[in-house]
């Protein structure tokens, strides 16, 4: 069992930067890595890291303006996301799943974490 919670969502205007962390206990051998849910849409993929090589693998629509990272001493990932716009909006979960492909996929993750509210104003 793995147990994930986010922290760090928030409001802010277009332009500005937020940090997503995820602290994660349990067994946490796992690829990692975080989506988002947009009113009345899908959940999507945003990025991924992997356990051991830290390989990372970003959305296009994030690419460039996001950053994941882990931290496994102390179990945490993070999502830097600089250069914030309206589309961003979207409430954010942080995700663990057994290898890095399974981790790109909404179906294949294994655990999800409560997500967190992020709001971007123009």
């Known amino acids: 069992q793995v147990q994930l919670v986010e922290s760090g969502g928030g409001l802010v205007q277009a332009g500005g930067s937020l940090r997503l962390s995820c602290a994660a206990s349990?067994?946490?051998?796992?690829?990692m890595g975080w989506f988002r849910q947009a009113p009345g849409k899908e959940r999507a993929f945003v990025a991924a890291?992997?356990?051991?090589?830290?390989?990372?693998y970003y959305a296009d629509s994030v690419k460039g303006r996001f950053t994941i990272s882990r931290d496994n001493a102390k179990n945490t990932v993070s999502l830097q996301m600089n250069s914030l716009n309206v589309e961003d909006t979207a409430v954010y979960y942080c995700?663990?799943?057994?290898?890095?492909?399974?981790?790109?996929?909404?179906?294949?993750?294994?655990?999800w974490g409560q997500g967190t509210q992020v709001t971007v104003s123009s």
């Open positions: 995700a663990a799943a057994r290898n890095f492909q399974s981790v790109q996929a909404v179906d294949l993750v294994d655990y």
């Open positions: 349990g067994r946490t051998l796992y690829a």
């Open positions: 890291i992997g356990w051991i090589s830290s390989i990372t």
